[in-house]
């Protein structure tokens, strides 16, 4: 049997994660650079998402990102605009939920943007009888049951 060499297998590359909790500076967009919000995932390193200005472009993931930074649908990314191709781009950076609420505090993602908060978000303001999802009976309806 040959000796190990390497220093660890799967397990190790999995357990390195880069300070996800450490605060970051909000990157805002450049020229050549668009917000998008991811509607779905294709597999193979792409997703498909509608960017800001009204286009849905099919979206590569960075291979610095691939595999490190996990995107998920409703997710607000930064995308590079590619020169030759309208309807492809790039993603750069994929923003937190607070860094996205900020960014639409800002005014840099329009107010009909829905951001998706994932499971431990709560009822935006404007949502606040959304949550009247059950059916209440009343004495005599259950009687009749």
């Not at 590079?80 to 790039?90: I, S, V």
């Not at 009888?129 to 004495?139: L, M, Q, T, V």
Request: net charge negative; aromatic share 6%; with cysteine.
């Amino acid at each position: 049997m040959p000796k190990n060499k390497g220093k660890g297998g799967k397990n190790r590359k999995r357990g390195k994660n880069e300070a996800d909790d450490e605060k970051r500076e909000l990157i805002f967009k450049e020229d050549g650079q668009e917000y998008a919000q991811v509607l779905r995932m294709l597999g193979n390193g792409r997703c498909e998402a509608m960017c800001i200005d009204g286009t849905k472009r099919l979206c590569h993931i960075r291979g610095k990102m691939h595999k490190k930074v996990w995107i998920a649908a409703g997710d607000i990314v930064l995308v590079g605009l590619r020169d030759y191709q309208d309807d492809k781009a790039d993603v750069i950076l994929k923003y937190m939920p607070d860094e996205a609420r900020l960014l639409k505090a800002y005014g840099e993602l329009p107010e009909s943007t829905r951001l998706n908060e994932g499971i431990g978000g709560g009822l935006d303001e404007e949502d606040e009888g959304a949550g009247d999802d059950y059916i209440e009976f009343e004495d005599e309806d259950i009687d009749k049951i």
